[in-house]
């Protein structure tokens, strides 16, 4: 029964978003632009200073990999893997809220909101990190919540949407702990293997008796490889910035 209700909740968690992605369908639409505000002064003031300096300008966030040991460089990932997850799951509290039709909706369009939220955990956690990777977590919050929005945001579907995610999550610091100690061309190679992420997600739903269509996998896979991407960039293990494949960010969220 159980995997039954379980299968029936992500075919329809999934078949929405396969509409709004492949017929291009704005969500937010009548929602309207929040303007930047002294709610979210320092996050933009620490937006213009990173760009000004240069999208990776993280110092406070790199380290020398040759002065860490091997176990020291994965618990750095774990930590940052999950201070961002704990922050994404900070914003599922709109989609609870019995409110949320008085501003949820919004907020979860306020690419500066979430990332005031995002910025606020890596910060008391003493972590500083460029304008690139605060962007494109907001991305990625943007497009989970949407799913759980369409679903109308039973409590049900929002702790099996949390499930989920946080397969999601495991899965990226998995990824990370593989590229550990390794030289550059394999980390390139591992971050752009696609089908070998695929493939564990794959195994893992199977684990959890869900099923997933392709493409909602697929768009999982890229959220797995981009968080890791930019985490190992920020910390310096991966050197070059590796550019994203051209359908890797829903044009809707990027917005």
């Known amino acids: 029964m159980k995997s039954s209700i379980f299968n029936f909740f992500n075919w329809l968690f999934f078949m929405?978003?396969?509409?709004?992605?492949?017929?291009?369908?704005?969500?937010?639409?009548?929602?309207?632009r929040i303007a930047p505000t002294k709610e979210y002064e320092l996050l933009w003031k620490g937006i213009e200073r990173s760009l000004a300096e240069g999208e990776c300008s993280s110092v406070g966030a790199k380290l020398n990999v040759n002065q860490y040991s091997n176990s020291d460089t994965i618990e750095r990932f774990n930590t940052i893997c999950d201070i961002v997850h704990s922050a994404y799951l900070d914003t599922l509290l709109w989609l609870k809220?019995?409110?949320?039709?008085?501003?949820?909706?919004?907020?979860n369009n306020n690419g500066l909101k979430i990332g005031d939220i995002i910025q606020a955990h890596l910060s008391n956690a003493g972590f500083t990190f460029s304008y690139r990777l605060i962007r494109n977590e907001i991305i990625r919050v943007k497009e989970r919540n949407a799913l759980i929005i369409l679903l109308r945001r039973t409590?049900?579907?929002?702790e099996q949407a949390?499930?989920?995610?946080t397969?999601?999550?495991?899965?990226?610091k998995i990824l990370l702990e593989s590229i550990?100690?390794?030289?550059?061309?394999y980390i390139k190679n591992i971050l752009t293997n696609e089908y070998n992420i695929i493939d564990s997600i794959e195994r893992e739903l199977k684990k959890r008796n869900f099923k997933l269509p392709e493409l909602h996998i697929k768009r999982m896979m890229f959220r797995i490889?981009?968080?890791?991407?930019?985490?190992?960039?920020?910390?310096?293990?991966l050197h070059e910035f590796i550019?994203?494949?051209?359908?890797?960010?829903?044009?809707?969220?990027?917005?």
């Open 16 to 32: 929405n978003l396969s509409i709004i992605i492949l017929l291009n369908i704005n969500l937010f639409s009548n929602v309207t």
């Open 180 to 185: 550990v100690d390794k030289n550059q061309a």
């Open 167 to 172: 397969m999601e999550n495991d899965l990226t």
């Open 97 to 107: 809220d019995p409110a949320f039709n008085n501003y949820g909706l919004s907020y």
């Open 155 to 158: 409590d049900k579907i929002i």
């Open 225 to 237: 490889i981009r968080r890791a991407h930019d985490i190992a960039l920020e910390l310096g293990v």
């Open 243 to 255: 550019p994203p494949p051209p359908d890797c960010y829903v044009r809707e969220f990027t917005e």
């Open 162 to 165: 949390k499930e989920i995610f």
